[in-house]
């Protein structure tokens, strides 16, 4: 299988095949050897947890209504995991709301099956961690219900331990009483040993801080807090939370690296995707021309594609992005992520274009302050 492969080989070895950022080493003795996309020292501490630099999300994973799926595209889903895994990726985010009407599950129960076929060694089976988000449901209303949720999760996955337990969104907007509900469920997973680590998802600083402080009393360690962070929705609050990740330890995970689709370049005002995607697509597409100018200018030149240039970005800023794959093609280009760096210069540049770009992504409705 065409794989892409890291720039970090002697570039004399290096034939740079297209734009798709596909290389191959002719003439070397290593020819068969496929180079790491990361080295070991390059893994990411997350509370007890080491994971790989980049994830993936597996939202479309029994999404019908906003993207798609089909249980046709199991089986090239199998094949996206395991290219994933067999390249060094350990990180896989999924959700208990993911999938729609009868597919609720759906996503949770494609990764347990994917696991237990995984075909490779054990030891990198068992180094998998699974990140399920257990959604603030207003029916969840106490921490046992929340241990409820997520042995349900455990069960759809048949997994023993969930890697990372994160609450999805926070209810402080709009029912602030079952905030305390959802804290104690974290608290209580993670003391029964059903979840190695916590993370929390759609907090915004301040949230976020109240959580820390509040787990960290009850001795539990907040692992991760997963927003959404991309070259579309670059601001503040981004970096606020950024920063406050920074100095209480937390790992920022970046969620819709690439907008949705639309920092892949594949978009256009006049080729929209369908769906809701597309009207959504319309608002914003025809403001991102600074910015996919840039992308692209900066993909030629580095013998990148869009969508690695973008993720690429979200690996600089310090974080660790999980875009969404639905095929092996896009798994490929995205692994191509890895393994080189965009210059100082280069961000810059990207960062000039975004803020010119008159528009941006829409916030999470459930994102807090
Ligand atoms: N915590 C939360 O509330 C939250 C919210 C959103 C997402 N997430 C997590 O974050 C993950 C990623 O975010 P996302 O899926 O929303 O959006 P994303 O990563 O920004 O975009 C993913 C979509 O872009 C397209 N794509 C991906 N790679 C491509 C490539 N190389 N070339 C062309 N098209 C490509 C695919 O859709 P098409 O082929 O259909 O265009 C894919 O489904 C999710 O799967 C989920 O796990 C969490």
New binding site residues.
């Given amino acids: 299988m065409a794989m892409t492969l890291s720039n970090s080989v002697p570039s004399a070895c290096i034939v740079c095949l297209s734009a798709s950022n596909q290389f191959y080493l002719p003439s070397s003795p290593f020819k068969s050897l496929k180079p790491p996309l990361f080295w070991p020292w390059q893994k990411v501490k997350m509370g007890p947890l080491t994971v790989s630099p980049m994830g993936f ?4 994973w029994g999404n019908q209504l906003l ?2 799926y089909q249980p046709s595209m199991d089986s090239q889903l199998q094949q996206v995991f395991n290219l994933a895994v067999e390249n060094g990726l350990n990180l896989f ?3 208990d709301s993911y999938g729609t009407g009868r597919l609720n599950g759906q996503s949770e129960k494609l990764l347990g099956k994917f696991i237990r076929e995984f075909q490779g060694e054990k030891r990198i089976r068992d180094e998998i961690v699974i990140a399920t ?1 257990f959604a603030a449901y207003p029916w969840r209303l106490t921490s046992g219900q929340f241990v409820q949720a997520c042995r349900a999760s455990r069960d759809r996955m048949q997994i023993e331990q969930v890697g990372i337990g994160q609450l ?2 926070s209810t402080a907007n709009y029912a602030p009483p079952q905030e305390l509900a959802l804290w104690n469920g974290l608290v209580a997973m993670y003391e029964k040993g059903l979840v190695k680590a916590v993370g929390v ?2 907090y915004g600083p301040k949230q976020l801080v109240k959580i820390h402080d509040y787990l960290k009393a009850r001795g539990v360690p907040l692992c991760s807090a ?1 927003v ?1 962070f ?1 070259l579309l929705s670059m601001g503040e609050d981004q970096m606020e939370i950024k920063d406050i990740c920074d100095s209480l330890d937390i790992r920022l995970i970046s ?7 639309m ?2 370049g ?2 256009t005002p006049s080729r929209l ?1 369908q769906g809701p ?1 597309g009207l959504l697509f319309k608002q914003i597409l025809p403001g991102l021309k600074p910015l996919l100018v840039s992308l692209r200018e900066i993909a030629e030149k580095r013998c990148k ?1 869009i ?1 690695q240039v973008a993720i690429n970005w979200c690996i600089c800023k310090g974080t660790i992005p ?6 092996v ?2 798994a490929e ?2 692994l191509g992520a890895l393994g080189w760096r965009l210059s100082s210069n280069e961000l810059l540049q990207l960062d000039y274009a975004a803020q010119e770009s008159p528009r941006r992504m829409i916030q ?1 409705i ?1 994102q807090t302050k």
């Fill in positions: 999300g597996t939202w479309a993207w798609g985010d999924t959700a988000k999805h969104w998802s759609n997963q959404q991309s969620y819709s690296p690439l907008g949705l689709g920092l892949t594949k978009y995707p995607r594609t969508p999980i875009p969404g794959v639905k095929t093609k896009q280009e995205n999470n459930f």
